[in-house]
Structure formats: structure tokens, C-alpha cells
């Protein structure tokens, strides 16, 4: 059974640190691309970043979140991590995992975890 379960989330005052995980489970995410997306409320779910295996690992940050969030995988632990720094209040969403496949055979996979909330305020 394909599972991506998120965890980390949690409410966190402006300029502190959450650390987001994504265990996979049922596949194996060194052939998946791995994101994490983002949705606040009554905005449209928006890309946060993503990593990839193609010629060893490449990530991809939206703009707004360069140099205050990491995207990092640990292969052995199938489980995607998102560090997250210097954290704002429209930082404020829920946070979801994506996987997408990246081979022939996977292409038309596209998984989602439930969500984890994240809330930046003092």
C-alpha cells in the first residue's frame, strides 16, 4: 500500500526553525521526484520545493523560500525531510508531500500525503 506520512508540524513563533519528514512507504523515492507543496488558506496549493535523483540529487526551490528552507532525502529511511528556517507568518499553511515518478514504468504515478500544519505566530 502507498503511504506518504507527514510529520513535523506544529505551531512555531516568527524567525524559528520546524523540520517537516515524509516517510514513503510501498515504493521506493529514489525513483520518484519528491516535493513539498504548500496551501494556505483560500490560496491555490503552491510548489515549496523539490529534489530529484537525476545524476545524483538536484533541488529546486520556489523563490520565496530560497535560503530559508532545505529539501533533503534520506534514501535508506525512504523519507523525505524539509527544514525550515527563518520561519514567517505567511509561512502559515498546511504542508503536504508529493511524490511523482521519474522512470517509463512510474510516470503516471503521482502521490500526496494527508497534510501537516504549520503555523507561524506569536
Known amino acids: 500500500q502507498v503511504q506518504l506520512v507527514e510529520s513535523g508540524g506544529g505551531l512555531v513563533q516568527p524567525g524559528g526553525s520546524l523540520r517537516l519528514s515524509c516517510a514513503a512507504s510501498?515504493?521506493?523515492?529514489?525513483?520518484?521526484?519528491m516535493s513539498w507543496y504548500r496551501q494556505a488558506p483560500g490560496k491555490e496549493r503552491e510548489l515549496v520545493a523539490r529534489i530529484t535523483t537525476a545524476g545524483g540529487s538536484s533541488t529546486h526551490y520556489a523563490n520565496s523560500m530560497k535560503g530559508r528552507f532545505t529539501i533533503s532525502r534520506d534514501n535508506a529511511k525512504n523519507t523525505v525531510y524539509l527544514q525550515m528556517n527563518s520561519l514567517k507568518p505567511e509561512d502559515t499553511a498546511v504542508y503536504y508531500c508529493?511524490?511523482?515518478?521519474?522512470?517509463?514504468?512510474?510516470?503516471?504515478?503521482?502521490?500526496w500525503g494527508q497534510g501537516t500544519q504549520v503555523t507561524v505566530s506569536s
Open positions: 510501498g515504493f521506493t523515492i529514489t525513483n520518484y521526484a
Open positions: 508529493n511524490a511523482v515518478g521519474v522512470r517509463s514504468w512510474n510516470r503516471a504515478n503521482d502521490y
